[in-house]
């Protein structure tokens, strides 16, 4: 099996987290390309397995564990931008620079 | 724990029968211990308490008293003789050094002694001491001093021994310089304390002379060692005997070390009267009488000296008791001359002879000075020319006062007479004559002494200022106490008498490991004991003719001079000043060479290390220090400064900017594995 075009496409989503993750303003964006990132990251993994096709599944079991911990991670990113947005009325990470030198 | 009675029974022919005490004598240590928990508890508790901390100190002394009196009669009845030890340190292989008690005929006496006398004149002091300065400090002080006189007496080793000794010499220097308000007391307790000292010495080399030649400090050992004539230890019996001698002639102030005694009085009265009862002088005549077999069997050729020192002792210093107006100083004396005669005594061989008189002594001189101690109290005066006529205000201290000075001038039937006879008899047997006649002629001079004392304190008329009266019952009733023993105690040792039951005195003596093998008269020797008794009479009716008959000359009488006697003994035979002048003349110059070396050398040394160490550290801190330490740290820390502010610019705050730093060093780290790795 061939598994380029998924590692091409993974390596796509991958630059588009990344290029979000720096370039947007809106922390949700951020958040959102970070998820984008980690989808790129689980791809791999599944493809990679359907090449190897280990007995114990290793990685879907391994996407299974970032779509987890990727969902914990939203939750927590998601209520912290929440506060940050009642206490500042504003979602901009530019403003958000109080811990400077 | 009886390993002495073990060494008594190897020693057929010396074998002394005795018990061993049972639990009295096992538990004996704690009339060591007691004064010493005394003196701890006066000192926390003494100033809250009603007598201010006498009571314990009476209290202690009465528990003593019991285990006193129940060895004293037990040794009575069958002897006792036992040793506890127990061992607190080992020197190189051999030497063992030990704390314990010795039970038997000797330390019994005096434990007894000790703790009888001492009782009394304690008791006594709680009525003396009232109102007086920091009599807490007193009776704690006093119970250190019976008690470093217990382990003195209690010792089975001359290393104990000389713990007590040593204690007996600190306490008596707090008590003679009791009130150090005044400086002369302070200088009589340094004089006494001095004086003393030099003697330590002696003991103390004596000690370790023998104790290595033998190889252990016991005195068991060291009693049988001179009874089997040990050759090791004759070598140096002459030597370690003349230097424990040396030791003894301090305690016991004998001449020319008498100096510290009459100066001693500068204490409380019931100070004087323990010291010199019991306690402090009697510490080398029992020395010389625990090592006795040792002058006995070996060191024979020490005798003679001895003898004749003690000899010099009783009859000089008996005399300078004529000229003395402070009536403490009189008393004093009077021991001094009465230790001249245990010294004697004991030197000569007679064992007995001179520890009864040291017992019998203890009860009417202790007696004397409790009496003196009355009288002072009444009269607000030491002085004899303040007193006189006191017999009418104060009939108790009067009579036991009269008991006391006849026992101790010799009277027939007083405890006096007996030890005295004793003395006579022994020096008589052993060949020494003219010291004999000595003694004779110095129980004329202490009964002209006491005559005089007497007369002038209680007959003729009163010349004192102070309303005299006599003293507290608590006072008087250890007057009565002691007067009985003195009146009766002759009676327990008289030649060839044994009471049915008890024995006598020689007897229960003789309870030590090995037999003393000192002479005993079989019965009174009518001729001398008249002779001795016929001296005492005339010293009473020369001194009545002089002192007490005439009262129209009661001035003349007072200022009656010994005739050409009297300058050498208003001078003290100028040993006193001898003494000042040899350390005046020995102290001086070595003094001015030492301040001189002082000033010169030792400051010029001084100075120069001060100063150049100065320098240094000047060097070192500012050239060192300052410059290069400092530099080396100001610079590292200005380094970190700069580099800090620098760097910390990177912070800045904004998130992305770290995301990017983080993606840049990710590809770095990816091109690396990528294309190098």
Known sequence: MIVNQFLVLAAALFALGVYGLLVRRNIVLILLSVELMLNAVNINLVAFEAMLNTPEALGQVFAIFVITVAAAEVGIGLAIVLMIFRNRRSANVDELNLMRW | ?677
Do not use: C
């Not at chain 2, 089975?156 to 308000?181: C, H, K, R, T």
């Not at chain 2, 304390?193 to 330590?200: I, L, P, Q, W």
């Not at chain 2, 008899?425 to 003694?439: H, K, S």
């Open chain 2, 1 to 677: 724990m009886t390993n002495l009675l073990i060494l008594a029974a190897e020693e057929g022919e010396h074998l002394v029968q005795a018990g061993d005490g049972g639990w009295w004598a096992d538990t004996a240590g704690i009339m060591l211990i007691l004064p010493f928990v005394a003196f701890g508890l006066i000192m926390a508790f003494g100033k809250r308490l009603k007598h201010q901390g006498g009571e314990i100190a009476v209290a202690a002394l009465g528990i003593n008293l019991v285990w006193a009196t129940i060895l004293f009669v037990a040794n009575l009845t069958g002897g006792v003789l036992d040793q506890t030890t127990f061992e607190i340190a080992r020197i190189g292989s051999g030497l063992v050094f030990e704390l314990g008690w010795v039970v038997d005929g000797l330390s019994i006496m005096m434990y007894f002694l000790v703790n009888f006398v001492g009782l009394l004149v304690f008791i006594y002091a709680l009525g003396y001491m009232k109102g007086d300065v920091r009599v807490p400090w007193f009776f704690a002080a006093f119970s250190l001093f019976a008690g470093a006189m217990l382990i003195l007496v209690g010792a089975p080793n001359l290393v104990q021994m000389i713990i007590g000794w040593e204690g007996v010499g600190l306490a008596s220097y707090f008590l003679i310089g009791f009130y150090w308000d005044d400086l002369d007391n302070v200088k009589a307790g340094n004089k006494a304390f001095m004086t003393n000292k030099v003697a330590d010495v002696g003991l103390i080399l004596g000690a370790i002379i023998i104790g290595v030649t033998l190889g252990t400090f016991d005195f068991d050992a060291l009693d049988l060692a001179a009874i089997e004539h040990s050759e090791a230890l004759a070598g140096v019996a002459l030597v370690g005997g003349f230097l424990l001698f040396f030791g003894a002639m301090g305690k016991s102030a004998q001449f020319p070390f008498h100096i510290w005694l009459p100066d001693a009085m500068a204490g409380p009265t019931p100070v004087s009267a323990l010291m010199h009862a019991a306690t402090m002088v009697t510490a080398g005549i029992y020395l010389m009488a625990r090592t006795f077999p040792l002058f006995q069997n070996l060191a024979t050729e020490a005798r003679g000296w001895m003898v004749a020192i003690g000899a010099i002792t009783l009859l000089a210093i008996g005399l300078l008791a004529l000229v003395a107006n402070d009536i403490k100083k009189v008393l004093a004396y009077s021991t001094v001359s009465q230790l001249g005669y245990m010294m004697t005594a004991v030197a000569a061989g007679g064992y007995t002879a001179g520890l009864f008189h040291l017992f019998t002594h203890a009860f009417f001189k202790g007696l004397l000075f409790l009496g003196a101690g009355s009288v002072i109290h009444a009269v607000h005066s030491n002085d004899l020319t303040d007193m006189g006529g006191l017999r009418k205000y104060m009939p108790t201290t009067y009579w036991t006062f009269v008991v006391g000075s006849l026992a101790l001038a010799g009277i027939f039937p007083l405890a006096g007479f007996w030890s005295k006879d004793e003395i006579l008899a022994t020096l008589q047997f052993e060949g020494y004559v003219a010291f004999m006649w000595i003694a004779i002629a110095g129980a004329f001079v202490t009964a002209f002494y006491m005559t005089r004392a007497v007369a002038l304190t209680f007959f003729g008329e009163y010349k004192g200022h102070a309303e005299p009266h006599e003293s507290p019952r608590i006072m008087t009733g250890p007057l009565v106490g002691l007067a009985i023993p003195s009146i009766l105690f002759g009676l327990l040792n008289i030649p060839g008498v044994s009471w049915p039951g008890i024995g006598n005195f020689t007897e229960w003596l003789g309870i030590r490991v090995v037999a003393m093998g000192d002479h005993h008269a079989e019965a009174i020797d009518f001729a001398l004991a008249g002779m001795g008794f016929g001296a005492a009479l005339l010293g009473i009716a020369l001194g009545w003719m002089i002192w007490g008959k005439d009262r129209n000359t009661q001035q003349a009488r007072d200022r009656f001079e010994v005739p050409a006697l009297y300058p050498l003994l208003r001078h003290k035979y100028y040993v006193d000043d001898a003494a000042l002048g040899l350390v005046w003349a020995t102290s001086n110059p070595l003094a001015r060479f030492v301040d001189w070396t002082n000033t010169y050398i030792i400051d010029g040394i001084v100075n120069a290390v001060g100063g150049g160490t100065k320098f240094l550290g000047g060097l070192v801190y500012n050239g060192l220090d300052q410059i290069g330490v400092d530099g080396v740290f100001n610079g590292l820390s200005a380094a970190a400064d700069s580099a800090g502010s620098a760097l910390r610019k990177i912070q800045t705050g904004r998130v992305q900017e770290y995301a990017a730093g983080f993606v840049a060093g990710a590809l770095i780290l990816v091109v690396l594995f990528v294309f190098v790795i």
